[in-house]
């Protein structure tokens, strides 16, 4: 059974930065893509950053402000967060998707993090 845990979220003021981790267990983490997801209050969870074989990509919205790296000896992702805006206010969800075929997949997440900014 996979089992993802998320820690780091918490209250921090504009300009602030948070780094939020995500251990993984009951699966093969390096053989995986793993992922941070955000969902604010009335909005849909969106795709924050993601990290698969080496490669890295971002929402538009977090480029030059947040970084994804993962260690595989410790099964755990992370996120680091500078520079956080009032906007990215929201619960964070830890990603862990395993590929069977490159159309086929099963997503396992995370029970969320709140991360709050004050203005």
């Known amino acids: 059974q996979v089992q993802l845990v998320e820690s780091g979220g918490g209250l921090v003021h504009a300009g602030g930065s948070l780094r939020l981790s995500c251990q993984a267990s009951?699966?093969?983490?390096?053989?995986?893509?793993m992922g941070w997801y955000r969902q604010a209050p009335g909005k849909s969870r969106e795709l924050v950053a993601r990290i698969d074989s080496g490669s890295t990509n971002y929402a538009d919205s977090v480029k030059g402000r947040f970084t994804i790296s993962r260690d595989n000896a410790k099964n755990t992702v992370y996120l680091q967060m500078n520079n956080l805006k009032t906007e990215d206010t929201a619960v964070y969800y830890c990603?862990?998707?395993?590929?069977?075929?490159?159309?086929?997949?099963?997503?396992?997440w995370g029970q969320g993090t709140q991360v709050t900014v004050s203005s």
């Open positions: 009951g699966t093969t983490f390096s053989r995986n893509a």
């Open positions: 990603n862990s998707r395993r590929y069977y075929s490159s159309s086929a997949y099963s997503d396992y």
